[in-house]
């Protein structure tokens, strides 16, 4: 556990000052088709101070934590801004502020899980896969552990701890058909420390025995028709497009680089029936995927509502653009390292669930497809998106029909939004991910399923 009480250090302040200690750790043990291929585990720790000084910014951190490493960070921070000021000329900053207090921590009170019991754990799911599924060219399981922890103290008054874990288990298989290859990728895990989110691996055989039906119903598929299609996008690849389309377009510091929606404020940008939110850290009295509850400026974080029944309600804002804009602030500044200065990020982007039941979607389609699972993908500050689908299936006349190979969806996301018909009345959310703006950062995406119109690959 790494936890410092900085309140001391307040003394040393003489600006505007954020100080943080901060140690990430990583954990990622892979199997292919039952060896060891790898098995590494890395630790990054420091201590960090921003400081502002007539509106200059000046940063400064130190891999060593000490008292003594403490301070002279805090004072090259100073003497940074007190540097940059020299040499330009800004207005005095006098931001918003909503300190706040809060020890929020992840950590199990289970015992703790070593390398050789998560091997062993793996060693087991990879015996039931090989067994039961000989036919398969090749299987590859992975554990991912992420683990965050921080310590903040500001100078207008936040003093907060927390430390947010993540562990996932992905699994790849992967079969060859007349010299063709189909891989299936699945992903099991949640918010928290191993032993909190795997129990045992037969609590997983289920979801592989799904996971190979899907890929053999794939091996057995047919091609997307290309074109303009009714489609129903599953919750996994609706909050992708919900995080990559249209969460960048309204962080506040890519809207000031001119982003699309810098003109859309207060304007129709959906369906009156999408309302998508970045929840700071609750959700219908349950934690979020990634839970913020005072982000790395010390603002104790507020959900911020970006687009309420269609239309563009605000943007997510650190400090400096809230004043900018003169907007609230929503608490959404985080840093990935401690070496890094925070960025205005997402935390839990998600579309609202509506009211329909996923078989009536299904039923309304005459001609068209249920979209389950993306893979990689892009998106840019005009809402403009590609993602590919690696798995899905046809629906025609309002029954489920054969899977499809592996393609692609594009479109621009406002037009896609605008489409929306029906939306499901179930939320699924997941932390599988880390968002890479600039910095790499755990986020947690989600929501419904949408019915839209999108434009699909072909063969």
């Not at 592989?208 to 794939?218: P, S």
């Amino acid at each position: 556990m790494l936890k410092y009480d900085l309140s001391s250090f307040k003394r040393e302040f003489s600006e505007y000052t954020e100080l943080r200690v901060q140690e990430n750790r990583s954990t990622n043990i892979t199997l292919v088709n039952g060896n060891v291929m790898g098995n590494s585990t890395s630790v990054k720790s420091g201590v960090s101070a921003r400081v502002n000084k007539n509106g200059n910014w000046g940063f400064a951190s130190n891999p060593v934590i000490s008292d003594e490493s403490i301070e002279k960070v805090i004072l090259a921070a100073t003497e940074n801004a007190t540097f940059l000021g020299s040499k330009q000329i800004k207005n005095n900053m006098k931001f918003d502020s909503r300190p706040s207090e809060a020890e929020k921590s992840f950590y199990s009170e289970k015992p703790n899980t070593g390398t050789k019991e998560k091997i062993s754990f793996l060693k087991n799911l990879d015996d039931y896969i090989a067994g039961k599924y000989p036919d398969l060219t090749s299987r590859t399981l992975v554990i991912s552990g992420f683990e965050m922890e921080k310590n903040i103290i500001t100078s207008d008054g936040s003093n907060s701890y927390s430390m947010n874990p993540k562990y996932h288990i992905y699994a790849v298989l992967s079969k060859a058909v007349n010299g063709e290859n189909y891989e299936l990728f699945k992903i099991f895990g949640d918010r928290g420390q191993f032993e909190d989110v795997f129990s045992s691996p037969e609590d997983l055989y289920e979801d592989i025995d799904g996971a190979y039906r899907n890929l053999i119903e794939k091996t057995n598929g047919v091609y997307a028709e290309a074109g303009l299609k009714d489609v129903i996008l599953d919750a996994n690849v609706s909050g992708i497009l919900a995080h990559e389309a249209i969460g960048h377009t309204t962080e506040a510091d890519l809207v000031q680089g001119g982003s699309v929606a810098g003109d859309l404020l207060s304007k129709d940008i959906a369906s009156p029936l999408i309302t998508l939110i970045d929840f700071a850290h609750t959700y219908n009295e349950k934690t979020c995927p990634v839970p913020v509850y005072i982000d790395d400026e010390g603002t104790e974080a507020e959900d911020a509502v970006i687009i309420d029944r269609g239309i563009l309600k605000g943007y997510m804002h650190n400090k400096e653009s809230a004043l900018h804009f003169g907007h609230k602030l929503t608490g959404n500044a985080r840093a990935f390292d401690f070496s890094d200065e925070p960025l205005i990020r997402m935390r839990n982007t998600a579309i609202l669930p509506g009211s329909s039941k996923l078989e009536d979607m299904i039923a309304s389609i005459e001609d068209g497809y249920y979209l389950i699972q993306s893979g990689n993908g892009q998106a840019d500050a005009t809402s403009e998106f590609m993602f590919a689908i690696t798995m899905g299936y046809e629906i025609k006349n309002g029954k489920l029909g054969k899977a499809i190979k592996d393609t692609t969806i594009s479109g621009v996301a406002i037009d896609v939004l605008k489409s929306v018909t029906m939306v499901s009345d179930a939320m699924v959310w997941e932390c599988t991910g880390m968002c890479g703006k600039k910095q790499p950062m755990p986020v947690g995406a989600g929501g419904p399923a949408i019915k839209c119109k999108v434009n699909i690959g072909g063969k």
